[in-house]
């Protein structure tokens, strides 16, 4: 296959499609009681960390190339503060900030891929700026595995390759 700006565009949607798709699959089978559980204090519950991602999508992706990714009007702090949203409410706000996401994604062009946008004052370029992004969202992924592992234990369906 070559290697071109398009074909990136394209494993890129994948990949934020097969993330979103994965970190679902983990929600689901959790209770609402379950989203809010962390292990001790200075961890994170997955209901912290879908805020989280949901705070950041919202900085990052509104007005992507004409305003800072780092949006003054952000509360980033709060959004490491549990604040007892139903699974309803954390789900509405999931989806929220992956639409915000894709609606840049999906709308890229490959010269875009090559501009300047801002994220905290630091110039990058748009594909720089995505890699970020992969990165933020596998490593908060993997967070989310992890606990809801450690809550189901035995009763936990494997979302990868099984062991064995």
Known sequence: MECNQFAYLE???QQFNHF???AEEAIEQLTEQQLHWKPNEESNSIAIIIQHLHGNMS???VDFFTSDGEKQTRKRG???IDQHFTKESLMARWHQ???L????????????LGKTITIR???LSVLHAIQIEIA???YHLGQMMYIGKQIKNLDWKILSIPKG
């Open 11 to 13: 494993v890129i949607k």
């Open 20 to 22: 979103k798709e994965r």
């Open 59 to 61: 900085s990052r992706w």
């Open 78 to 80: 709060m959004e490491f």
């Open 97 to 99: 900030g992956w639409e």
């Open 101 to 112: 996401l894709f609606n840049v994604i999906n709308n890229l062009k490959e010269e875009d």
């Open 121 to 123: 004052n630091k110039s």
């Open 136 to 138: 933020h969202i596998s």
